[in-house]
């Protein structure tokens, strides 16, 4: 009986649907490492999982190594060690080193996780990527804007999505951007050329280093400008036609890439661009599954549960490519002014009147909420319809009508 075990640092709504997932999985020992105890479980969860291993750190790697070894003296070697969060990914590489289990180890892990490393390895293998350079010190980065010219990137080598990320327009911008990340020998920053273009996702199911599926999302607008303007309302599209040459002429670029980078087996989330002229340029890969509700988009365009089939893929190697189906679309929602709390929110009615029956999940923001300062925003709306342009519609709708204020 397969022995599998996710590091789920604290039982979250999100972490507990891939929890549920694992225990479902016939014949298979589902184990989990967290820092909250068993009893912080579900009732129904609390019978399904074997044990719970409770570790102080499940961002540290020998801990998550601890946990696991612990859980083979109860259980038996663990045979797949999963983590969700991007944040996992090098710990519970360290942790598979460490216990020898199977799956991504360490040196494949640090492609995706480090920025610098992450390019280098991707310009050796001919991929398009961004110029960049690694900055350890102020002179690094003032080097690098005068050789490529401004606007430029700087973002730190680990970041997550575009959080940390400064987009360089003057010298002024590059100091302050200095001055916020402070790079050095021991914490480096990344400067990359600014790459201007229309800004894709492409999801891919790799199965022993061969992609068996892809599905892939746009932007609305880029992430960097949503970052940059904490006001913007976005979106993030999948459209019907999962084959269109705007998103199959980027497959070989995707397979060379995920070759280099040394993605085995597993669902990745990987950025790109498509430039005017037509050409391509691969900006960050992840090798977990994608944010911004790109799960449940995938789930609803292809009549599939993403959660259990990434589950099952890590588990088992294991997955049945689905059929595109329909559209998908998330909406954002976010304050504009000043304040700490949510003071007004206008639209709803209105929106809910014209585009509501698209509308199948929501969180919608509430007067009297605090002022979250997640990208995300105080509340978001998944679409569905049988075509792209129904979908495109009332994502605009959307984040016109609905208006939320600070105060």
Request: hydrophobic share 40%; with cysteine; charged share 25%.
């Amino acid at each position: 009986m397969p022995h599998a075990t996710l590091v789920a640092p604290f039982f979250a709504d999100n972490t507990l649907r891939y929890i549920r997932a694992l225990t479902e999985l016939p014949g298979v020992t589902a184990t989990v490492v967290s820092q909250d105890g068993a009893e912080r479980l579900p009732a129904d969860l609390r019978g399904r999982v074997a044990s719970v291993a409770r570790v102080r750190d499940c961002l540290d790697g020998e801990h998550i190594a601890d946990g696991c070894r612990l859980l083979a003296r109860q259980h038996g070697k663990v045979d797949r060690l999963l983590g969700v969060l991007e944040q996992l990914q090098l710990p519970c590489a360290h942790a598979r080193d460490a216990c020898d289990i199977e799956g991504m180890r360490l040196s494949a892990a640090r492609n995706f996780r480090d920025k610098a490393r992450m390019k280098d390895v991707l310009r050796a293998a001919n991929v398009p990527v961004a110029r960049h350079k690694l900055v350890e010190t102020d002179g690094d980065a003032w080097q690098f804007a005068f050789d490529v010219g401004l606007p430029i990137i700087l973002k730190p080598v680990d970041g997550l999505g575009s959080k940390s990320t400064f987009r360089i327009r003057t010298e002024d911008d590059l100091r302050a951007g200095l001055k916020a990340l402070k790079p050095s020998l021991e914490r480096p920053a990344q400067a990359e050329e600014f790459v201007v273009g229309t800004e894709h996702t492409c999801e891919t199911v790799t199965i022993h280093g061969r992609a068996v599926w892809r599905s892939g999302t746009r932007y609305y607008p880029t992430p960097l400008e949503v970052l940059e303007n904490p006001w913007v309302q976005y979106c993030v599209l999948l459209p019907r036609e999962e084959h269109d040459p705007t998103w199959t002429g980027f497959w070989p670029t995707n397979d060379a890439a995920l070759a280099a980078l040394g993605m085995e087996t597993g669902l990745s989330h990987m950025e790109w661009f498509r430039r005017d002229d037509g050409s391509h340029v691969v900006g960050e890969v992840g090798a977990r599954p994608p944010g911004v509700h790109i799960m449940p988009m995938m789930s609803l365009a292809n009549d599939i549960d993403m959660t259990r089939a990434w589950v099952r893929l890590m588990v088992l190697d294991e997955f049945t490519p689905p059929t595109r189906r329909r559209a998908a679309g998330a909406a954002f929602f976010r304050g504009q002014g000043r304040g700490n709390k949510v003071v007004e929110v206008r639209g709803l009615r209105e929106a809910q009147e014209e585009v509501g029956v698209h509308v199948v999940d929501r969180s919608l923001p509430r007067v009297g909420q605090a002022r979250t300062s997640h990208y995300e925003g105080e509340g978001w709306a998944i679409v569905v319809a049988d075509d792209t342009e129904t979908v495109k519609h009332a994502l605009l709708r959307l984040v016109q009508l609905v208006q939320v204020r600070y105060g």
